[in-house]
């Protein structure tokens, strides 16, 4: 099972950008799934994005889609996401997480301990 460890968090204001970041450790961590959920104050946790393990397919959800973009560098055990024109609507807990494959790309199976990005308006 990967450990994961997100960083890149923060306060940004309407319209800017952050990179998150999520270290994973493991031997294996080309043959996982990854992605990021979110969760907002007083709401379940949400898909945000999902990448294959050789990073050749991507999913978004509807929301962030053309803004948000999820990539993953194997050699380096660590999967991003780059978040453009940043919404307060998009503040939360954002979380990396792992899924069993590719047909349950939107249910993780396990995540991280989350880092929190609070976009003001």
């Known amino acids: 099972q990967l450990q994961l460890v997100e960083s890149g968090g923060g306060l940004v204001q309407a319209g800017g950008s952050l990179r998150l970041s999520c270290a994973a450790s493991?031997?294996?961590?080309?043959?996982?799934?990854m992605g990021w959920g979110r969760q907002a104050p007083g709401k379940e946790r949400e898909f945000v994005a999902s990448i294959s393990g050789r990073g050749v397919s991507r999913d978004y959800a509807d929301s962030v889609k053309g803004r948000f973009s999820i990539s993953r560098d194997n050699d380096k055990n660590t999967v991003y996401l780059q978040m453009n024109s940043l919404k307060p609507e998009d503040t939360g807990g954002y979380y990396c997480?792992?899924?069993?494959?590719?047909?349950?790309?939107?249910?993780?199976?396990?995540w991280g301990q989350g880092t929190q990005v609070t976009v003001s308006s």
């Open positions: 997480a792992v899924s069993k494959d590719w047909r349950t790309r939107t249910d993780f199976s396990s």
């Open positions: 493991g031997r294996t961590f080309s043959s996982y799934v």
